[in-house]
């Protein structure tokens, strides 16, 4: 089971690296570098949508670059 | 030099192993302290930077350079250079191996296993755990080191997990386990931080330091000694070469050739040796790059 999980975190790995990490990573930076969101738009959104979606691409492509 | 080109092997050999002898044996105090005053400068940061006694730039700059000088001490363990199994001195010898790499999230049972592998089979394309390191100039190493640590991509550092699978021997089961749980940590530990608020502490603490740590050491430790890495055996695999950035920024790596003929010589005793050993080598064909 326990085996299970550990493999199903690795394979998802990219995923799990950027919801868990950069999206938190990125919401820090927008905050830190005091950066203005136009029409409102949560730092979080944005975070979420950045971190997200790389950790993504990363998970479809096996790769956070363009090359593999 | 042409009296020594006509020496007899066995008689360069003699004069090799007789030098090398003189060196062998020195317990490296240097590479212990660097060991602790390394881990616990970069233990320190942690509160430090997150208490605001130090800004998070500085902390990112010692950070990036402990992390990038915390293998060689490793190294000096995974050579049995500070205590030899069943002497005295053995448990400081595994204790600086364990220790010195944990910034570097390389545990010491597979870096030791991986690097006993390529002082066997240095330079040869499927045996040698470092081989995909190979490229054909400075910045495509640094790339290649880069592309190597891709989720889906071969070799570097992630290919290690595949040597061990292929040796299963208890020993190498092992040392995977611990690097998956090393991984796990890591991975869990970054994460926490970041959903506590210090997520820019945990990205410029850890995470880029280890990164920038590991091209660093992949590319002066893997790339540049075994440039252009096209020969194989025992005064082929390794050379010795002259850097601008001279001893201490390449981590003692131009002599490196001395390390690969006799492993158990200190890292900061392999400059003297070379030179003690240096029309020898080059009788013997080594390839010898300015130095």
Known sequence: ?68 | MAEISATPDAALLAREREIASRHMGHFPWGSVAWCFANLACWLALWPLVILGIMPLWLGFIVATLNISLCYLPSHEAQHDIIGRPGSKLRWLNELVGHLSTIPLVLPYDLAKLTHMEHHKHANHPEHDPDYSVHAPNALAAIWQSFVSRQPRADGGIKSYGDVMQKMDTPRARKALTIAILYQLFFYSFLIGMAWSGLALEAALLWWLPQHIGLTYIQFYLSWAPHHPGNGQGRYKDTRAWRSRFGNLLTMGMQYHVIHHLYPRIPLMRTPRAYWEMRDVLEARGVQIDGL
């Not at chain 1, 029409?39 to 997200?52: K, R, V």
């Not at chain 1, 998970?59 to 670059?65: A, E, H, L, P």
Request: charged share 10%; hydrophobic share 65%.
């Open chain 1, 1 to 68: 089971m326990l085996v299970k999980l550990i493999e199903l975190i690795f394979k998802f790995g990219p995923l799990v690296f950027g919801l868990g990490f950069l999206v938190p990573l990125f919401h820090a930076l927008i905050v830190r570098l005091d950066i203005a969101l136009p029409f409102g738009i949560s730092a979080w959104l944005i975070a979420l949508a950045l971190g997200g979606g790389l950790g993504l691409m990363a998970q479809v492509r096996g790769s956070w670059i363009w090359q593999r």
